[in-house]
């Protein structure tokens, strides 16, 4: 198993940015990611990166957020810009130790965007 820690969140006006990282306690050779949970909904992707850079992308956040990630940190980023509100959830880091493992989450961190 896997520990993430996540930091980053914070508030923020609409139009503003955040950048969050997670950290990794060893090596990642599967997918790494970020997910979120706006209070009364389901957890949904939002970005995933292989290991080899592949992207993809909610469409929700396409053009707005980078996902990008520093194998030899074990560390995974996501750029948020032009934050919405409709932005605001618990983001959780999320990544796969290889490609068959389960996915291991961290504990989460907010981003609040204010209107």
């Known amino acids: 198993q896997v520990q993430l820690v996540e930091s980053g969140g914070g508030l923020v006006e609409a139009g503003g940015s955040l950048r969050l990282s997670c950290v990794a306690s060893g090596m990642i050779f599967g997918t790494m990611g970020w997910y979120r949970q706006a209070p009364g909904k389901q957890r949904e992707s939002v970005a995933t990166?292989?290991?080899?850079?592949?992207?993809n992308y909610a469409d929700a956040v396409k053009g707005r957020f980078t996902i990008s990630r520093d194998n030899a940190k074990n560390t995974v980023y996501l750029q948020m810009n032009t934050l919405k509100p409709e932005d605001t959830a618990v983001y959780y880091c999320?990544?796969?130790?290889?490609?068959?493992?389960?996915?291991?989450w961290g504990q989460g961190t907010q981003v609040t965007v204010s209107s």
């Open positions: 990166i292989a290991r080899d850079g592949t992207t």
């Open positions: 999320a990544a796969k130790k290889v490609s068959w493992s389960a996915l291991d």
